[in-house]
């Protein structure tokens, strides 16, 4: 049924320009279905009238099915639902022939089109699912189950998160009752023009806000577009009138840029000796006014693209070549996505050409096969119960680490399933999920040993931690992102290499920060999974206890209370305060350590006479000692005495994680060393800072202390102390 002849909200759309398209090739368009003629009685073996739009299709597409489960299901449907009318005035058997067509002209097999023709007949007919089993077998009965269920969910009622999260059970089991459910909402919102403005609305928001974001997701591309064309009218009736005022006024033009950029690029491929196919693919509405807001004014090229077919993956990139060679690249649009597939399945190779008049055409480079699956999806790629054939055809890929290779099943799908179980209520699980659904862009990031994955833009590190290790995630410390340090809250980018630091703790939490950085559902579910089974902070509780604990029991001087060096002015131990002796040239001078670099044995070591009568020892090496010579001040010579006990402070660089506070004390008094003082700063971007001032009993044992140290989980720096310069210096 036409959009033109039962919608009168919606006005027709021009026909696109004619392309050059491959002989016998089937051309998928959605919208040539007019009023299906219907049948009387017809011999038992002769296949009805009615369906032969759809035989027609699904023998361009699978030229051995069988028909007879066609012919059997039309028949059956027929008789069922004779008598019923639509709102539009029309027999209501023309609703599930439309339905079928759109399938059939996607390339979907032949059960799934036998279920498309009988998915009314359960829920408006005396038709019983022991009937569609007993007569079509067990996956027909699954698929109209599946679809019946579909129907029944009110979008609008309290209801919706649970019936909504049964639906997509449902179609995690079986792709293609989705995409029945997705061609029979194209045909309703074809017709949509009888119901009264309110409803209109209504059932046009439902499909922009869920169904037209699954139809991406499954990679239907024909169904996504022309689904937002038709919201687009319904729900911004002027901007669509203005869409499509300016495609009616390009199209009158004389000069065509977009055929002639196309003549130039076949004369360029012939030349080449490759084999493809030139198309030139208009822009649908939806995607011209996006063009329109993006450039302001439009240009020829503006309402079109260039499609490049060709017969292997390997002319793809010839095809590449040799218009970045003839032609004017414009490189930054270029795109991979044949190397690196999108979550939906999405194969191809983008690029730009420029003209000298400054006019851009986009081209889009692809296989045969990968323009089936770029157009259809899931629905093009067969049914989920088949045995997989030894080698998997072009356009298929390997799923990465725990997920199914199924190619019905694209990755998105298959980690929707998995968060479906983990989301503690429904409501969650429909919050998450609308979140979702409003990420309409990927990126992909690469892990180290060459796997990647796909994670929607603005994601962080959480989000790649739950994409590559589930709930194993909780006992991740920290990142390196390109090669670098970096915190989980660090936002990733297209391309971006991610090695993800795992502490060793299996009672690792995660931090309730997280949520405010996790974008993805199974990040958000699986940390707020966590929190409602741990609703106390009982992770910051146990260590504050432990680190008061950590104080009180080494806090004070050594027992001797023997201190040959002490800090001046009666100042709060400090940072290198020693136990050593510092034999210097003025017996009567205040020695103090300079907080700058902290020197301790058997540190080469310097002073300078400041203000009062102090002496300050510095390190050799440090920064304010070149500093003070080009000042012309005079060095006194210090060195250390023959006694090595001394005190240090040190500052430990780690990632948060429960019990750290725990381990780093532990490592420490497993050195035999006592700890005077310990500070833990606030955690700052998942980061915190522990400072220690530490009793050593020999200077030589500080390297081992330190390495012991940073051998700790979550753990990445340990160093001196390192303090601004005063300015009595």
């Known amino acids: 049924m036409s959009a033109e002849a039962t919608n009168p909200a919606v006005s027709p759309a021009p026909a696109p320009p004619t392309a050059h398209r491959r002989k016998g090739r089937p051309r998928i368009d959605l919208r040539r279905l007019g009023r299906a003629a219907l049948l009387g009685p017809t011999t038992r073996d002769r296949l009805p009238d009615a369906i032969s739009h759809v035989v027609e299709a699904h023998r361009a597409h699978h030229p051995d099915a069988d028909l007879d489960p066609l012919r059997r299901a039309y028949v059956l449907a027929e008789s069922s639902h004779r008598g019923q009318m639509r709102k539009s005035g029309e027999p209501y058997i023309t609703h599930p022939l439309a339905v079928t067509l759109i399938l059939a002209e996607l390339g979907a097999e032949t059960t799934t089109l036998t279920a498309s023709l009988l998915h009314d007949t359960v829920e408006d007919t005396d038709v019983t699912l022991d009937q569609v089993r007993d007569q079509f077998g067990e996956e027909v009965r699954y698929l109209v189950d599946g679809v019946t269920k579909l129907e029944k969910v009110d979008y609008g009622a309290a209801a919706e998160s ?17 995409s029945i459910k997705l061609a029979d909402r194209l045909h309703n919102m074809r017709t949509l023009g009888v119901m009264r403005p309110e409803k209109q609305e209504r059932i046009a928001k439902v499909t922009r806000d869920v169904l037209i974001p699954l139809a991406e997701r499954l990679g239907v591309q024909a169904l996504k577009t022309e689904l937002e064309d038709l919201v687009f009218a319904i729900l911004h009736p002027e901007e669509y009138a203005t869409t499509r005022r300016l495609i009616a006024d390009n199209a009158a033009q004389e000069s065509d840029p977009l055929a002639e950029i196309s003549e130039e690029v076949r004369g360029v491929l012939r030349e080449a000796g490759i084999q493809a196919e030139v198309l030139i693919r208009p822009r649908h509405f939806v995607s011209l006014h996006r063009v329109s807001r993006k450039r302001g004014r439009l240009r020829g090229t503006d309402f079109g693209r260039l499609l490049v077919l060709v017969n292997e993956d390997a002319d793809c990139y010839a095809v590449l070549g040799e218009l970045h060679t003839c032609l004017t690249p414009v490189v930054s649009e270029f795109k991979d996505f044949i190397a690196v597939p ?55 890929r390997t799923g990465g680490e725990g997920e199914r290779v199924d190619p019905t099943r694209p990755g998105w799908l298959s980690r929707l399933l998995d968060w479906q179980e983990a989301a503690p209520d429904a409501d969650m699980f429909w919050s998450t999920l609308r979140e979702d659904l409003a990420q309409d862009r990927e990126i992909t990031v690469f892990r180290p040993d060459g796997g990647t994955l796909g994670l929607p833009e603005g994601a962080s590190c959480v989000d790649a931690a739950y994409a590559q290790y589930g709930e194993d995630a909780h006992a991740c410390i920290g990142a390196r992102v390109n090669g670098r340090l970096a915190t989980l809250s660090t936002v990733l980018r297209d391309g971006d290499t991610v090695q993800l630091l795992m502490g060793q703790d299996p009672a690792s939490e995660p931090s309730r920060e997280w949520l405010e950085h996790a974008h993805t559902p199974a990040a958000r579910i699986a940390i707020q999974r966590w929190l409602a089974t741990h609703p106390s902070p009982a992770a910051d509780e146990h260590e504050g206890h432990e680190e008061r604990e950590g104080r009180g029991g080494h806090e004070g001087e050594r027992k001797d209370g023997t201190q040959a060096l002490r800090p001046a002015h009666d100042e709060p131990a400090a940072s290198g305060t020693v136990n050593a002796v510092l034999v210097v040239d003025r017996p009567e001078a205040t020695v103090r350590l300079a907080g700058c670099c902290t020197p301790v ?64 004390t532990e490592a420490i008094a497993l050195e035999g060393v006592d700890i005077v003082t310990a500070t833990v700063e606030p955690p700052t971007q998942q980061r915190v800072r522990h400072t220690y001032t530490l009793q050593l009993p020999d200077a030589a044992q500080l390297p081992t202390l330190m390495r012991a140290m940073r051998n700790v989980p979550g753990v990445y720096d340990v160093g001196r102390a390192q303090h601004q310069t005063t300015s009595a210096h």
């Open 342 to 396: 999108k979550f939906n399945l999405y194969q191809s190779l983008h690029t730009a050409v420029a003209r000298g008049d400054g006019q851009v055409a986009e081209v889009l480079i692809r296989t045969h096969q990968m323009h089936k699956v770029a157009e259809a999806g899931v629905v093009a790629l067969g049914n989920p119960y088949a045995s997989p054939p030894e080698e998997l055809p072009d356009g298929e």
């Open 601 to 664: 044995p058997p540190d080469e070591v310097t002073g300078f006479a400041v203000r009062g009568g102090v002496v300050t020892v510095h390190r050799v090496e440090c920064a304010a000692v070149a500093r003070m010579k080009g000042l012309g001040r005079s060095e006194i010579a210090v060195r250390w005495g023959d006694t090595t006990e001394f005190r240090v402070t040190l500052v430990a660089e780690s990632f948060q994680r429960p019990h750290l506070l725990a381990d780093l």
């Open 162 to 178: 649970e019936t909504f999260r049964k639906m997509l059970v449902a179609t995690g089991n079986d792709v293609r009752v989705m």
